[in-house]
């Protein structure tokens, strides 16, 4: 049995390569994952089993695809009218790629009633900032870094901004609730991963981590420091060796939540009285990209390459876009009258 995963990801154009050797691989989700239930991280990282696609998850995708396509548009064209309108099309591109979650919807008024429900989140967004006046830096950017002890850190940050100071405001776009205020640590650790990941990749500590919560119109903003961001690290560290641990054993423990509501699992929990299945004898390698994340590298490598044929910058450098003007204490102001796109 193949104990120790390895890498075995092929090559991402665009990568960081540290000459390291990768021993293990931790993205945001499967850390929160194992902290959350390690048998949930088994399920889903070492048997790989199939999920169900779900409306909100879909959801999620399809207004993260349209926020994402909207900074295509001359900023002027960025209404909330237009990112309407690419609804539907992203919906449909999703569909293709991914016929399953036609499942969801028994008919056409069913849809609509979701598509709906995509828009009020989208006129969320419009609530929180005016993308007519920011341009990011990237977006939907793969970001990964390998510890000096062999760990490979890796995820997809929706949109980074560089204020002209060089500040990097870190931003993600949330379609689920906002946490009440002492949950807010944990929804935080995800973008402290980010943060974590561009300090070692760029040199620069993020100024400002930012999450958007379009349903509720709420915006969590955080300003990380290097302890912070050297805590998340040995909490990365140490999660990685007890993953490697339940490996050898093969020994992940259901742990019983609120979040079993949501688990697909549930039949194969011991929790809800059901067996797991035999564990594999062969540990799938936990860097292989999925078809999205793939999507995803290709795409920031494209735009890293286009950078670079203009201005040559280093491999890890962040294109230095013009977004918004300085005031205020980090810089970012959605509201400012003098932005440069
Ligand atoms: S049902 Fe709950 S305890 Fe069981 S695997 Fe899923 S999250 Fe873990």
């Not at 207004?63 to 009218?81: G, I, K, N, Q």
């Amino acid at each position: 049995m193949t104990v120790a995963p390895v890498d075995s990801s092929p090559v991402v154009a665009g990568a960081v390569e540290l000459g390291l050797p990768v021993l293990g691989s931790l993205s945001p989700s499967r850390a929160g994952d194992f902290m959350t239930c390690p048998l949930l991280f088994r399920f889903r990282t070492i048997d790989r089993l199939p999920q169900a696609p779900s409306s909100a998850a879909t959801r999620g995708t399809v207004v993260h695809a349209v926020l994402e396509r909207l900074f295509d548009l001359p900023a002027p064209e960025r209404t909330p009218a237009a990112a309407t309108a690419l609804l539907r099309p992203e919906w449909e591109r999703l569909l293709e790629a991914e016929p399953q979650v036609g499942t969801l919807f028994a008919d056409e008024v069913e849809l609509s009633t979701w598509l709906t429900s995509a828009e009020e989140l989208l006129q969320g967004y419009f609530t929180l900032e005016d993308p007519t006046r920011l341009q990011p830096a990237e977006r939907e950017a793969y970001v990964e870094v390998v510890l000096p002890g062999g760990l490979r850190l890796r995820g997809i940050v929706d949109r980074l901004d560089v204020a002209p100071s060089g500040d990097v405001r870190v931003v993600d776009y949330k379609t689920g609730r906002a946490p009440r205020e002492a949950f807010e640590g944990k929804a935080l650790f995800q973008m402290k991963f980010y943060a974590l990941v561009l300090w070692r990749t760029r040199g620069t500590i993020p100024r400002l981590l930012q999450l958007m919560y379009l349903g509720d119109r709420e915006i969590l903003r955080y300003s990380p420091d290097e302890s912070d961001l050297l805590a998340v690290e040995r909490k990365l560290v140490a999660l990685w060796q007890a993953i490697e641990k339940a490996t050898q054993l093969r020994d992940f423990r259901p742990r019983r939540s609120k979040l079993c509501d949501w688990c697909d699992h549930q039949a194969l929990c011991p929790e809800f009285g059901g067996t797991p299945p035999p564990f594999p004898a062969a540990v799938p390698g936990p860097d292989e990209l999925l078809p999205h994340q793939v999507e995803a590298a290709l795409r920031a490598a494209a735009q890293q390459q286009a950078a670079g044929a203009s201005s040559a910058p280093g491999p890890a450098a962040v294109p230095r876009a013009p977004i918004q003007a300085p005031p205020g204490p980090a810089g970012f102001r959605a509201d400012s009258p003098t932005v440069d796109v």
